[in-house]
């Protein structure tokens, strides 16, 4: 048996170190490197040397690689797994890669294991393992019960943290697709380490990968986050896999939203959006609606945006509050859009509209709990704005979809041509873009009148008179 050693890790980035360093010179973090112990279990070879003990099947046959020239190399599409949940597939890029490994992040109680028990249960034709260390297979049981189609009999369930144990039940099932709750729970004999520590956490995504690549068998991980919401473990875990996954929302509303920030089959701008209900979360296919419905008579503050999330075009409201502030400095606010962003567009709307905002505090949000960072909400920000400050309503059947410039000017956004049809689509009846929008685009064509601007001060006065 080989002899035990220490090593230093940091739990920022997963670096290694033989001794103990104040700053990382990796990631540059200071006071993350902790000291763990690491053993690797060896086995005797008929030739009398000692080798690492696998524990993937299969692992044990050797595969030599063998460089090949660029130019024989076949570039096909990857076969994929197409899923019952349309909004999954469309953030994954089409639906599951054979050999993929995805790592699922979220908040406590957001709804990870309930999306990844929906998903597991809904794939009737496969056979599906479903490991938990968490919770009880009663627990998962009763959860199960609580979904529309909460009986599967391909769907197995196994309450275990040791990877060996979980590789030989692999073994004997023979899934099509293995799901992991959670990755920090999982545990490794190799690594001398309590589970979540930075060596477990890479050791064990380490035997699921292999796995995943040597069975052409996706792999599903859920895995926990920090304080800060970035997923915990070394960074290194981000990496490893092949897509990351973010499960955002509030847990107080029933709306979530899936987000993608790393694909390596696909692209990373994609979302999607859940509604949480007792059953379990029901896909929303046109969010636009759900996020417009609300809407009663025209009040002041209030304006519609269209933006982009990947290929999927949005129509949101932006709320804005302007008041009299009560301190020396007056405060600036927001709520799913970028902070700094708004002070800009403010600072335009003083020096180039005349807009006395000085001594007013103001608060924007965007409702729905989205966060946006999308320049074509630019003109729909300063809309909602200039109609708090003067308490004068906007329409409830205007649009607006334009970047804003430091001068004043207003510049044109991509993909003109899908926002215009989902205004349309919704009942909108006049919509505000860029003058620069109509090259190549026949604006005639949709049932809407599209006004052409090229100035901020042109946008308020059509708006406001």
Not at 21 to 32: A, D, K, L, S, Y
Not at 100 to 128: D, Y
Not at 238 to 243: G, K, L, N, R, S
Request: aromatic content about 4%; overall charge neutral.
């Amino acid at each position: 048996m080989a002899k035990a050693r220490t090593v230093f890790f940091c739990q920022s980035c997963g670096a290694q170190s033989a001794k103990w360093i104040g700053r990382c010179p990796v990631c540059g973090e200071w006071n993350t490197y902790v000291e763990e112990v690491v053993q690797k279990e060896t086995v005797a070879t008929t030739t009398g040397q000692w080798k690492p003990a696998s524990t993937v099947p299969g692992g044990n046959v050797a595969k030599a690689a063998k460089s090949v020239p660029l130019n024989s190399i076949l570039a096909e599409d990857e076969p994929r797994i197409i899923t019952p949940d349309g909004e999954l597939n469309r953030v994954l890029g089409g639906g599951l890669v054979p050999g993929s490994i995805i790592l699922i992040g979220g908040e406590p109680g957001i709804g990870k294991s309930t999306l990844m028990l929906q998903i597991a249960l809904s794939l009737r034709k496969m056979k599906v393992l479903y490991v938990s260390g968490e919770e009880s297979e009663a627990q998962i049981k009763m959860r199960a019960e609580r979904m529309a189609d909460g009986q599967h009999p391909g769907c197995y369930i196994l309450t275990e943290t040791n990877t060996q144990n979980i590789f030989r039940q692999i073994d004997q099932v023979q899934p099509n697709i293995l799901v992991v709750d959670s990755i920090q729970t999982m545990h490794s004999t190799l690594v001398e380490s309590g589970a979540g520590s930075v060596s477990q956490v890479r050791e064990c995504t380490a035997e699921f990968l292999k796995f995943a690549k040597e069975t052409s068998t996706p792999v599903l991980l859920i895995g926990h986050i920090t304080k800060d919401g970035s997923i915990a473990g070394p960074k290194i875990l981000e990496h490893m896999v092949d897509t990351v996954l973010q499960f955002e929302g509030d847990r107080h509303m029933s709306y979530r939203i899936l987000r993608t920030t790393k694909n390596r089959f696909g692209s990373t701008s994609e979302l999607g959006i859940y509604e949480m209900q007792g059953d379990g979360l029901r896909q929303v296919s046109n969010p636009s609606e759900i996020l417009l419905s609300q809407r009663g008579e025209s009040l002041s503050g209030m304006a519609i945006g269209a933006t982009l999330e990947g290929n999927r075009p949005l129509l949101v409201e932006v709320q804005a509050l302007v008041s009299p502030t009560s301190y020396g400095t007056p405060q600036r606010s927001s709520t799913g859009f970028d902070a700094k962003r708004l002070q800009m567009l403010l600072a335009v709307l003083e020096k180039r509209a005349g807009l006395r905002l000085g001594q007013h505090d103001v608060f924007l949000n965007i409702a729905g709990g989205l966060r946006l960072d999308d320049p074509a909400l630019d003109m729909a920000v300063c809309a909602a704005v200039v109609s708090s400050l003067n308490d004068l309503p906007i329409p409830g059947d205007v649009c607006l979809a334009a970047e804003v410039g430091l001068s004043g000017e207003i510049r044109a956004v991509s993909r003109l041509d899908q926002r215009l049809a989902e205004a349309e689509k919704l009942g909108f009846r006049e919509m505000y873009v860029s003058q620069f929008n109509g090259k190549g685009l026949d604006l005639a064509r949709f049932g809407l009148k599209v006004h052409a601007v090229s100035r901020l001060d042109e946008v308020l006065q059509g708006l406001f008179g």
